[in-house]
């Protein structure tokens, strides 16, 4: 039950696009469409913001998307916004022999 | 709206007990599978344990397997986690989170504001 991989940090000035990688094994995030994203402020509940690797649940945002390629899956904000800044974890469902959830270990975005 | 609220955790000497609890409301409780996810201090998101809306299906983490129990009540809207033989590293916040499932798979879309076990002697 490995964690997922992704970078400590990215940032990007108001307005412009960032793209967070997370990346996993054929076990989970290449073997299912099962990538979901979560944000985190400081000190708050996670916030489910995309999930089934592109979907988006009903009040977030359109100017987040999900995408997955091979075993990376990737979040993309566009026309960054000051209250973007947060914490961001992917996470993969796999339902082998003993199905489980595994997280990456989060990436801060800062707006510069 | 959907609130999940955690309580019960602490501060608890090592191998000892903590039950949490987490209380369902604005939505229907029974047809729902939960979860627990914890977070230790400044790390990342770590899943715990899963329980089907019934309770007959019951999941856990390596890291939790043996030492702790996941439990239901439906007809209190409730979700427990007893937690035994604790150590230093399951010191966190426990979240509770409901269980959805989309075209493909499950996922959490709803998050208490979690609830912080600590251990230490």
């Known amino acids: 039950q490995s964690a997922l991989t992704q970078p400590a940090s990215v940032s990007g000035s108001p307005g412009q696009s960032i793209t967070i990688s997370c990346t996993g094994t054929s076990s989970d995030v290449g073997g299912y469409n099962y990538v979901s994203w979560y944000q985190q402020h400081p000190g708050k509940a996670p916030k489910l913001m995309i999930y089934d690797v592109s979907n988006r649940p009903s009040g977030v945002s359109n100017r987040f998307s999900g995408s997955k390629s091979g075993n990376t899956a990737s979040l993309t904000i566009s026309g960054l916004q000051a209250e973007d800044e947060a914490d961001y974890y992917c996470?993969?469902?796999?339902?082998?022999?003993?199905?489980?959830?595994?997280f990456g270990g989060g990436t801060k975005l800062t707006v510069l | 709206q959907v609130q999940l609220v955690e309580s019960g955790g602490g501060l608890v000497k090592p191998g000892g007990s903590l039950r949490l609890s987490c209380a369902a409301s604005g939505f229907t409780f029974s047809d729902y599978y939960m979860s627990w996810i914890r977070q230790a201090p400044g790390k990342g998101l770590e899943w715990v344990s899963y329980i089907s809306s019934s309770g007959s299906t019951i999941y856990y983490a390596d890291s939790v397997k043996g030492r702790f129990t996941i439990s239901r009540d439906n007809a209190k809207n409730s979700l427990y986690l007893q937690m035994n033989s604790l150590r230093a590293e399951d010191t966190a916040v426990y979240y509770c989170?409901?269980?959805?499932?989309?075209?493909?798979?499950?996922?959490?879309?709803?998050w208490g504001q979690g609830t912080l076990v600590t251990v230490s002697s």
């Open positions: 996470s993969s469902y796999t339902s082998s022999s003993t199905p489980y959830w595994v």
């Open positions: 989170a409901r269980v959805r499932y989309g075209d493909y798979g499950p996922y959490f879309d709803y």
